[in-house]
């Protein structure tokens, strides 16, 4: 069984947007309250509050007459926004992030409901493929998701700087096996987001510069708008909606390359090489290009879904010569510019497409990880294994005892 997250688009009717927005806002409330307990405990006596010490205070603050509207507040959106805010104070202790902010009702906004045995009611509702929520009921959602069929324990209601609402949660499933017998490398890069071993090829897009002209026209626009005004919030609403879609072009387009290449390529293993992006984006003149290309979510998402398909996923050092070396006799090259894509081997003479050779090559270096093989300085027919077709393998066993057979080493 696999953890699979869904995030769902929510239309809710008036009643239930306006609700949503008092809930917004007390878990906003919540969190900018509870922080400013914590950091005043600190600052006065470096007395460290957790998340017990700041419920017993909002229980308290409940029964006063001018925070009674909490009463009408689901606990669960209080509680919830407590423990984020615990976790993110502890983190800062830790030395995991930056100390915490207070939040602002301009930005990004979530809440989460906890199921347990005393919403035992509402089983039958999403059985029947509805979202129902606590003191809100079924809210309306975007048809056509394969919604399962099970109560969440947890799901998080979030609204973007758009305006729109989404209800994230995640559940159980058995994920069919869809494995097969190929060996798949995948080059990464920018002019074309992915090249495979076996041909295929993932244009990048690049949705950032399709509307990059009417973004910066909303953005220059948006700096001349007086602070507070109408006129403001109108403007910020197209930034937001511009953003907005340039963010769902790419993730959909990365949700349909992944897919394709999961269905169509038949592998049994997948090998990519390690890629430091946050290193690659150092680069000022190729910075914007690397993060509007999301290698990093590429491979994420390519990575789950060769999991939930029973596909090994094996991880190539990001400096091996990929690219210099010799996809045909093995022979690699001292030095190649970036601005080279075609290149011909001076020792056999094969001429390469420089992505695709590189693919080639990670496949090859995969399958010798995989196998366990100490030489690699092996050439690349050698480290194929008897099959119907180059870049192809033997499975032996099921699960974690399936393993590659290469020929001469076992």
């Known amino acids: 069984m696999k953890i699979r997250a869904y995030k769902i688009r929510l239309y809710p009717n008036a009643e239930q947007e306006q609700s949503l927005r008092q809930y917004f806002g007390a878990a906003r409330f919540a969190w900018n309250v509870g922080l400013e307990m914590m950091s005043r405990a600190w600052s006065e006596r470096e007395d460290r509050l957790t998340y ?88 309306k959602w975007r048809d056509g998701s394969d919604l399962p069929k099970a109560m969440p324990k947890m799901v998080t209601v979030s609204r973007d700087a758009d305006g729109r609402y989404f209800a994230s949660f995640a559940v159980e499933h058995d994920p069919a096996c869809t494995a097969g017998t190929k060996v798949l490398g995948i080059d990464m890069g920018i002019s074309a987001l992915a090249t495979c071993s076996d041909g295929t090829r993932v244009e990048n897009p690049r949705h950032l510069d399709v509307l990059d002209a009417r973004l910066r026209f909303h953005q220059r626009r948006l700096s001349f708008c007086q602070k507070g005004s109408k006129r403001r919030d109108k403007r910020r609403g197209r930034v937001a909606k511009l953003h907005a879609k340039i963010r769902d072009s790419r993730r959909d387009s990365l949700q349909k390359a992944t897919t394709r290449i999961i269905r169509e390529s038949q592998a049994g293993v997948i090998s990519v090489e390690n890629l430091h992006v946050k290193g690659m984006a150092r680069n000022h003149r190729l910075a914007r290009s690397i993060h509007d290309a999301s290698m990093s979510e590429f491979l994420r998402i390519l990575e789950y879904k060769a999991e939930w398909a029973g596909i090994e996923w094996v991880e190539v050092d990001r400096w091996y010569p990929s690219s210099k070396t010799c996809s045909a006799c093995g022979h690699k090259v001292d030095e190649m510019d970036l601005s080279v894509r075609e290149w011909t081997c001076p020792k056999c003479g094969a001429d390469h497409d420089r992505d695709l050779n590189a693919a080639v090559n990670i496949a090859t270096e995969g399958v010798r990880i995989l196998a366990g093989s100490q030489d690699s300085g092996q050439s690349p027919e050698s480290a194929w294994i008897p099959g119907t077709g180059p870049g192809q393998f033997d499975r032996l066993g099921k699960g974690t005892e399936a393993r590659i057979v290469l020929r001469g080493c076992e």
């Not at 229980?59 to 009674?68: D, G, Q, S, Y």
């Not at 990004?108 to 906890?114: D, E, T």
């Open 52 to 139: 017990v010490d700041v419920s017993k205070q909002f229980t308290a603050l409940k029964r006063t007459p001018e925070f009674e509207w909490l009463k009408g507040i689901p606990s669960d959106v209080i509680n919830q926004k407590l423990r984020d805010l615990d976790r993110a104070y502890s983190n800062f202790f830790a030395k995991r992030a930056k100390y915490p902010r207070f939040r602002s009702r301009h930005r990004k906004q979530s809440i989460r409901f906890a199921f347990d045995h005393r919403h035992a009611g509402k089983v039958a509702g999403w059985v029947k493929c509805e979202i129902v929520l606590p003191k809100l009921g079924a809210v």
